[in-house]
């Protein structure tokens, strides 16, 4: 196991503290990339088990689709061309107090350098149908919903 892994569980609840004290609203993106074979991209943090799509929080002064590109730059070496379309908006209070997600799918896309130093453990490919096990039930939900017309759930 990582060890960011085994620490996180005792650091999560000062970091959300921090974010409840220091941040009215958060606000955090996903992008759903797919490639030609129509496999989605998915990532392995170093902090948390499970596989995600990739994302993370709007910094200020940053619009979201601007944070979309970047997470997916640092992230998984992705190289948005064009605008991300925006997907869906959901309320992540049960884990963040206060926290909404917007998804973007990402329809035009390059191979690219990643920058993110040790916040990545994998990046891989997958068929929608043959989703890793662990991947996390968010991540499947919206999955389900941009690729085989699920009715979007406002949770995350």
Do not use: K
Request: glycine share 10%.
């Amino acid at each position: 196991m990582l060890w960011r892994r085994r620490i996180e569980p005792f650091t999560r609840p000062f970091v959300y503290a921090w974010f409840r004290w220091n941040r009215g609203l958060t606000l955090g993106v996903r992008g759903l990339v797919t490639d030609g074979e129509g496999r989605v991209l998915l990532i392995q943090h170093t902090y948390v088990p499970g596989w995600y799509m990739p994302g993370g929080g709007v910094e200020r002064g940053e619009t979201a689709e601007t944070a979309v590109i970047r997470e997916l730059q640092e992230e998984a070496g992705i190289g948005v061309l064009g605008r991300p379309r925006l997907l869906s908006i959901h309320d992540n209070n049960v884990r963040h107090p206060r926290d909404h997600v917007l998804v973007y799918r990402i329809d035009a896309w390059e191979p690219c350098a990643a920058s993110a130093q040790g916040e990545i453990h994998a990046v891989a490919w997958f068929a929608p149908d043959a989703l890793p096990e662990d991947v996390t039930p968010a991540t499947r939900r919206r999955i389900a919903e941009a690729l085989d017309g699920a009715e979007s759930d406002p949770a995350w």
